[in-house]
């Protein structure tokens, strides 16, 4: 009889460990293929505007109209053109930015500082200093690391007094990764 249940339990325990072989699965982790968004801002805000609807604020939503180095109402601009001024836009889709390109048609090297806005109404500085790339039109283009909050909003600070002249920002392209 003793012999007998040490054949069950072997058979029982070969039995179950072929079961174990037999259901064990190769599980694989896939990391998602991160999706890099480029977006032109829904919305804007600013301290001034010259006029409206031409160069108001809403110009300078959506994307680039403007493919020259002159005084364009399709572009925004501030009352004055020569102060300290700052342009605030929003975007569709939340991402972890990587950078920020600002489309200027007219007045380049006012802009004086570049700050990202986090879902929770943070701005994050992301450059300081004084454009120095005169190519009009042209672009100041802001590379960073990947943000690690998701970025909703740019924050642009211009002073106009270092150029003496309306800066005119066509478009301002915010790209990151959703």
Do not use: K
């Not at 002249?165 to 959703?178: K, M």
């Amino acid at each position: 009889m003793r012999r007998l249940w040490m054949v069950f339990g072997l058979v029982l325990c070969v039995g179950l460990c072929a079961g174990c072989e037999r259901a064990e699965t190769l599980i694989t982790q896939t990391t998602p293929t991160p999706i890099v968004l480029s977006q032109w801002a829904v919305s804007a805000e600013a301290s001034s505007q010259f006029g409206f609807p031409d160069w108001s604020v809403t110009r300078a939503t959506g994307a680039p109209e403007v493919n020259a180095c002159a005084d364009d109402s399709r572009a925004w601009a501030s009352a004055r053109g020569n102060g300290v001024e700052w342009l605030r836009l929003r975007y569709a889709r939340p991402v972890y930015a990587t950078e920020v390109r600002i489309h200027q048609t007219l007045g380049r090297g006012a802009i004086s500082r570049v700050s990202l806005v986090t879902e929770a109404g943070v701005a994050q500085r992301i450059w300081e200093g004084e454009d120095a790339d005169r190519t009009c039109p042209g672009m100041l283009i802001v590379t960073v690391p990947q943000t690690i909050e998701r970025i909703v909003g740019v924050h642009i600070d211009l002073d106009e007094s270092r150029t003496g002249f309306w800066n005119q920002i066509d478009a301002v392209e915010l790209i990151g990764v959703r």
